[in-house]
């Protein structure tokens, strides 16, 4: 079969190669790939920033949907047939993280645990969840971790009440399933960019307010809630620009901590963090249950993921340049032809 994969860290090492098909073992699953979606962390994960411990060769990717082609012994969640996708923490079913103080869970799919990039994987069962009816495979790969980041910041740890305000940074793919969720539960949505064609886009896809992030974003968003500022954050950008959600979050508000893209260190002024009572939460996706349930919440709000361009397996390299600059949504690889 086909499979992306590194030799050593760094995007330039990506090739694409022949490698034996895994066979399924006990309590595990093949999975023939449909399509596989991208995320900001495979840039970092290529390069070494994120998920360390990887071993080489290794392949990239962690989010795919696809079919289930055969059955290891012992298996009883799924059969051939079934349309699963990949979760992001394997082993989280429910409740809170699992690991410690001192040491953290950080294995995930796609680094340091090995990714998806590939025409056949043989995971174990309990590391899938069924697969949207009402989706395509390319839509339900952008699932795994967007679409399951949004749902568990804003609905299960957030709490969205019909009438609240809240903001969303970018127009990533979190930032747009954000967008629907909080329309879906009555909540007014309020968007950044720095890209009016995206600010426009963004509201066509249901948000009330756009504003500029290269101006004062802060002071419009305050002027444009009356005072009130934003009861939901959904931190995309990370780093030095925690410090404006909190300038921009309402009293009791909450900070969902979710990207990088600025910076591992965060920075924040104490007096207003402090003043208004905000809750600042780091988001690492979901545990499976939670996708299970926003997998069955789909239908029911008419969900449909935004993809902004769609390549061929063999074009991951130029799929990841994309991604560099900037999507509107999500960037999915054709895996199956």
């Not at 969640?77 to 410690?100: A, K």
């Not at 101006?215 to 931190?235: C, F, R």
């Not at 300038?247 to 910076?263: H, N, P």
Request: charged share 20%; net charge negative.
């Amino acid at each position: 079969m086909k499979a992306w994969m590194i030799d050593a860290l760094g995007r330039h090492r990506l090739r694409l190669g022949d490698v034996e098909q895994p066979e399924p073992r006990p309590r595990e699953v093949l999975v023939r790939v449909a399509n596989v979606s991208l995320n900001y962390r495979d840039l970092l994960v290529l390069e070494g920033t994120m998920g360390s411990g990887r071993a080489f060769p290794f392949v990239p990717g962690s989010d795919l949907a696809g079919t289930v082609v055969a059955c290891g012994e012992g298996t009883s969640r799924f059969r051939p047939g079934d349309r699963v996708m990949s979760t992001y923490v394997p082993g989280w079913i429910d409740g809170r993280q699992l690991g410690s103080a001192a040491n953290p869970n950080g294995m995930t799919l796609g680094g340091p645990l090995p990714g998806v990039l590939a025409e056949f994987v043989s995971l174990p069962e309990d590391w899938l969840v069924g697969a949207p009816g009402s989706l395509s495979d390319a839509e339900a790969s952008t699932l795994p971790i967007a679409g399951v980041t949004a749902w568990f910041s804003l609905i299960e740890e957030g709490g969205l009440r019909a009438g609240q305000t809240v903001l969303v940074q970018g127009t990533g793919g979190v930032a747009l399933f954000g967008i629907q969720i909080a329309k879906a539960h009555g909540a007014r949505v309020i968007v950044t960019s720095s890209d009016d064609g995206k600010l426009a886009r963004a509201k066509a896809l249901g948000a009330d307010i756009g504003i500029r992030r290269d101006g004062d974003w802060v002071k419009a968003l305050i002027e444009a809630t009356d005072g009130h500022g934003a009861d939901h954050v959904l931190e995309i950008a990370g780093g030095s620009n925690l410090g404006k959600s909190v300038e921009a979050a309402a009293v009791g508000g909450q900070i969902a901590v979710i990207g990088i893209i600025e910076g591992l260190d965060l920075a924040a002024p104490a007096f207003p963090l402090l003043l208004k009572q905000v809750v600042v939460r780091g988001i690492f996706v979901a545990p499976r249950r939670a996708a299970e349930d926003f997998v069955r919440a789909l239908d029911a709000i008419n969900l449909k993921p935004v993809i902004d361009r769609r390549y061929p397996l063999a074009a991951l390299p130029e799929a990841l340049a994309h991604l560099e600059r900037g999507p509107f949504g999500k960037i999915v690889i054709d895996v199956a032809e």
